[in-house]
């Protein structure tokens, strides 16, 4: 087994830090009726923006229909593409991310009708071409099943924490492509797979999602990977990604009981201040709002004591999670 080649920075590191706070939190939060209400609510986004970036044009109210069973007038491949990404994200929860069988049947299965060689690997060249033409060469076929081998051995066998290498797998398996078609969804599904292992959270919190929001920054962190011929950039990248999802997802993953007392002038200033840099440490907030170090001791503590603001990491390079939004009241 050779180690793809990786580094993982300082940045990362506290991404991780922050990543697995929240997951803490969260692992007593999702009940089995708030789980089931979320897989469904999640899994039309999911294949909506999986296939959105593949260049499917279909609306989420039109994935929607078709996996409510309704008829609609699309593209027969277009409409094939949902329905096949519908059976494979259907089978989540029995797929083994550590299993490279797995990997080549759920290929099969998104690429049924699709692709003549669905489920095999690439018996012929590839490349990836954006605008200004070759963008990324893959390695030659016959090298694909010894490349797939070693990297899978590596998933299984490192020590490395599953954050990371879900990350490291993502980007080894893009620079392999080692599909005729279908690559960048099935790569995207399998890094989830991977994360559902870490926390059944992900199931909710796809990286489908989070790459159809920030597609550009998502292809400049695998060019910046492959231009360092390691993929440190496309984890600090993809870390960052995962952090913000469970971030935004918050409410809607883990209800927090908020007080009902309103936040008087200086409460809601801080709390907006928060929302716009949550960075910011306590001396900061102090200095902005021309408070004394105590006063604002004491106001972060009723704050917290409320329910709207909670902190993760150390003072210096901690952050805090605001969970009361000043516009929304």
């Known amino acids: 087994m050779t180690p793809p080649p990786f580094?993982?920075?300082?940045?990362?590191?506290?991404?991780?830090?922050d990543i697995t706070a929240l997951l803490e939190?969260?692992?007593?939060?999702?009940?089995?009726?708030?789980?089931?209400?979320?897989?469904?609510?999640?899994?039309?986004?999911?294949?909506?923006?999986?296939?959105?970036?593949?260049?499917?044009?279909?609306?989420?109210?039109?994935?929607?229909?078709?996996?409510?069973?309704?008829?609609?007038?699309?593209?027969?491949?277009?409409?094939?593409?949902?329905?096949n990404a519908i059976r494979v994200y259907d089978m989540y929860s029995s797929l083994n991310p550590f299993d490279e069988v797995d990997l080549l049947k759920a290929h099969g299965i998104m690429m049924e009708a699709l692709a003549e060689d669905a489920g095999r690997y690439r018996d012929r060249g590839v490349g990836v071409f954006g605008e200004k033409g070759l963008v990324h060469l893959a390695p030659p076929p016959h090298r694909v099943p010894e490349l797939m081998h070693n990297l899978f051995s590596w998933l299984?066998?490192?020590?490395?924490?599953?954050?990371?290498?879900?990350?490291?797998?993502?980007?080894?398996f893009e620079f392999i492509h080692p599909f005729s078609d279908g690559n960048g969804r099935t790569g995207r599904l399998w890094q989830s797979i991977i994360l559902g292992r870490l926390n059944p959270?992900?199931?909710?919190?796809?990286?489908?999602?989070?790459?159809?929001?920030?597609?550009?920054?998502?292809?400049?962190?695998?060019?910046?990977?492959?231009?360092?011929?390691?993929?440190?950039?496309?984890?600090?990248?993809?870390?960052?990604?995962?952090?913000n999802a469970l971030?935004?997802?918050?409410?809607?993953?883990?209800?927090?009981?908020?007080?009902?007392?309103?936040?008087?002038?200086?409460?809601?200033?801080?709390?907006?201040?928060?929302?716009?840099n949550p960075w910011l440490t306590r001396a900061e907030l102090a200095k902005?709002?021309?408070?004394?170090?105590?006063?604002?001791?004491?106001?972060?503590?009723?704050?917290?004591?409320a329910g709207w603001i909670e902190r993760f990491g150390s003072n210096k390079s901690g952050r805090w999670i605001v969970k009361y939004s000043i516009d929304s009241k």
Do not use: W
Not at 7 to 17: F, G, R, T
Not at 28 to 56: Q, V, Y
Not at 202 to 224: C, D, G, K, T
Not at 289 to 305: C, F, P, R, T, V
């Open 156 to 172: 299984k066998e490192s020590k490395d924490h599953l954050l990371i290498r879900s990350c490291v797998f993502h980007y080894e």
């Open 201 to 243: 959270i992900f199931e909710h919190l796809p990286v489908e999602n989070m790459v159809f929001a920030n597609q550009e920054a998502y292809y400049n962190a695998i060019s910046r990977s492959s231009e360092e011929g390691q993929s440190g950039p496309f984890i600090d990248f993809m870390l960052n990604e995962i952090l």
């Open 25 to 83: 939190r969260y692992n007593i939060a999702l009940d089995e009726d708030h789980s089931l209400r979320l897989r469904k609510a999640n899994r039309i986004k999911t294949i909506h923006s999986s296939l959105a970036i593949e260049g499917n044009t279909l609306t989420v109210d039109e994935v929607r229909d078709i996996i409510n069973g309704k008829h609609i007038v699309a593209p027969i491949r277009q409409i094939q593409e949902v329905k």
């Open 247 to 276: 971030q935004n997802s918050r409410k809607e993953i883990a209800p927090n009981k908020v007080s009902n007392k309103v936040p008087n002038k200086t409460e809601a200033t801080i709390l907006q201040l928060l929302q716009h």
């Open 288 to 305: 902005k709002i021309e408070m004394s170090d105590s006063g604002i001791k004491k106001a972060l503590a009723n704050m917290k004591a």
């Open 7 to 17: 580094s993982v920075s300082a940045y990362a590191i506290n991404l991780i830090a």
